[in-house]
């Protein structure tokens, strides 16, 4: 079966396992687990969980050893949305067309959901299916992802740029850090589950992982400009409104449909040492980059 076929069921099954993992909404303290389950299943695209997939099913690893990761970079992912949503940093209203958490309840409990989601990813990861050595690898690969050296000082970066010129290699490395490192740590989380992948197949796989992680942030500034909000889930041109350092900002609208389409090119080359079975992560990569094109 095509990957792109068995995306629902995909979707269906880690949803199923978020519903789960997540306390109950009546459990005390019940505000803060109604905050929690509203922020993480919410709908989505769940791109984070599906590269965790398509990367295990490319390297033939069991599914049922990809669900948690799949799950717990899906947390990390809601955690930093509710964070990045807060008046005290992007101050948007809107998220995957419904209310922001914050706006849904309030701050305080908006700070405190994103707070246990945190958590809880590790607490996944540490209770996966044992695969111990793997175990420590991942929690490794998502705490790294998290920091001052992933996606939280990718948005320190951001909201210090605000209203500033910024250069182009601070712009890539924002870019990198802030929504590329939990895109290659979701990759690289289930590669680690692989025992055979070898080191050329690796460093090619992280390629494909770097190129899609830049390649989704620039493609998500273009949007900002080019998309509408019912399409996009948040108010459309907020980036332009925050006066917030893009793609488009710093080289053009056209420099960044060009940088965006040599990337996804880039990637897509990388992945040619895996054959016909990288059909996963080219289906993925191709809705990520051409989304609403």
């Known amino acids: 079966m095509s990957f792109e076929l068995a995306i629902p069921d995909y979707i269906a099954r880690v949803d199923g396992v978020l519903a789960t993992t997540l306390p109950p909404a009546d459990v005390v303290p019940v505000k803060l687990h109604e905050a929690m389950r509203y922020a993480t299943l919410n709908g989505g695209k769940r791109i984070r969980p599906l590269l965790v997939y398509a990367t295990g099913g490319m390297l033939e690893v069991e599914t049922h050893l990809l669900d948690a990761p799949a ?28 209310p922001t958490v914050h706006c849904q309840y309030d701050e305080a409990t908006a700070i405190l959901a994103a707070d246990a989601l945190q958590p809880l990813a590790f607490e996944v990861l540490a209770s996966a299916p044992r695969v111990e050595q793997a175990q420590l690898e991942m929690v490794r690969i998502l705490a790294h992802a998290c920091g001052s050296l992933g996606m939280t000082g990718g948005q320190a970066i951001d909201i210090e740029s605000e209203g500033q010129q910024i250069s182009p290699d601070l712009l890539r490395k924002m870019f990198e850090q802030k929504t590329g490192a939990l895109i290659v740590a979701a990759i690289e989380m289930a590669a680690t589950l692989s025992p055979n992948l070898g080191k050329e197949r690796h460093r090619a796989l992280q390629e494909f992982a770097r190129c899609l992680g830049l390649a989704f942030q620039i493609r998500d500034d273009i949007l900002d400009i080019e998309g509408d909000t019912e399409t996009i889930g948040k108010p459309q ?8 350092a893009t793609w488009p900002a710093v080289f053009g609208l056209a420099a960044a449909k060009d940088e965006c389409d040599a990337l996804y090119a ?25 989304r609403d094109d």
């Open 266 to 290: 880039r990637g897509l080359q990388a992945l040619s040492v895996f054959g016909e079975a990288a059909e996963p992560l080219q289906v993925l990569a191709h809705i990520i980059v051409r």
């Open 71 to 98: 799950v717990a970079v899906e947390l990390v992912h809601a955690f930093s949305l509710v964070h990045d949503d807060l008046p005290a940093m992007d101050d948007d209203d809107l998220r995957r067309g419904k």
């Open 237 to 244: 041109g907020s980036d332009i409104a925050h006066d917030k």
